[in-house]
């Protein structure tokens, strides 16, 4: 089945400690999406992808880094720079342009020791 | 830039009764509107999305209506069941621009 896939589903994060939240999806899709969700509240856009070797940050992309050096895959790293890192991250997906439908993984939950 | 409002936050509907949410947006020149389903510790799935040219679009007991020139956007579910309770955002976006503006999302509880 074609899918996007977030790992690990939970995730901790000791102080100081930069760590990378894993997102492979194989729809094919040029374009791929970083979001933050804090609770009760609605999604905000970390960084953005729309092709290969490419990305722009969001309104939210301080303290976070991203690659894309493969289409499948969208990594991120939250760096010791975010100071406020506990929230559930969602990644997406979808194909090239605006106005297109995106596709979600089910999220990594992540949280400070 | 676009801003996307969302009420209600929180809706309690009797089972088999009608539930409506709806959405305003600022930017006139947003052309696509998405719904999405979040379900308690999954990622949000769409379940229906308008384009600007078209007034309704209709899917089994899921519909939406935009409102171009009092820029809004509802979604109404229709004879409402228990798998309906989920959280739903709606979302904005224009042409010139690859992100989509979401709304703060409404809780809706069907009360069996």
């Known amino acids: 089945d074609g899918g996007i896939t977030q790992s690990p589903k939970y995730l901790f994060r000791k102080e100081g400690q930069n760590v990378t939240l894993s997102c492979e999806q194989n729809?094919?899709?040029?374009?791929m999406y970083w979001y933050r969700q804090d609770p009760g509240q609605g999604l905000r856009l970390i960084y953005y992808?729309?092709?290969?070797?490419?990305?722009q940050k969001g309104d939210i992309a301080e303290g976070y880094s991203v690659s894309r050096e493969k289409k499948e895959s969208f990594p991120l790293t939250v760096t010791s720079a975010q100071k406020n890192p506990t929230a559930f991250y969602l990644c997406?997906?979808?194909?090239?342009?605006?106005?297109?439908?995106?596709?979600f993984g089910d999220g990594t939950r992540l949280s400070i020791l | 830039g676009e801003n996307v409002e969302q009420h209600p936050s929180t809706l309690s509907v009797q089972e088999g009764d009608s539930a409506v949410i709806k959405c305003t947006y600022s930017d006139s020149a947003s052309n696509y509107f998405p719904w999405y389903k979040q379900e308690l510790g999954k990622g949000p799935q769409l379940i229906i999305d308008i384009r600007s040219n078209v007034g309704e679009k209709k899917d089994q007991r899921i519909a939406v209506t935009l409102n171009k020139t009092a820029k809004h956007f509802s979604l109404h579910i229709t004879e409402t069941q228990p798998e309906d309770s989920a959280v739903y955002f709606c979302a904005a976006t224009m042409d010139s621009n690859y992100q989509l503006i979401w709304g703060a999302g409404t809780k809706l509880i069907i009360k069996p």
């Open positions: 992808s729309q092709i290969v070797n490419d990305f």
């Open positions: 997406a997906s979808s194909t090239q342009g605006s106005g297109q439908p995106q596709h």
């Open positions: 729809l094919n899709h040029d374009a």
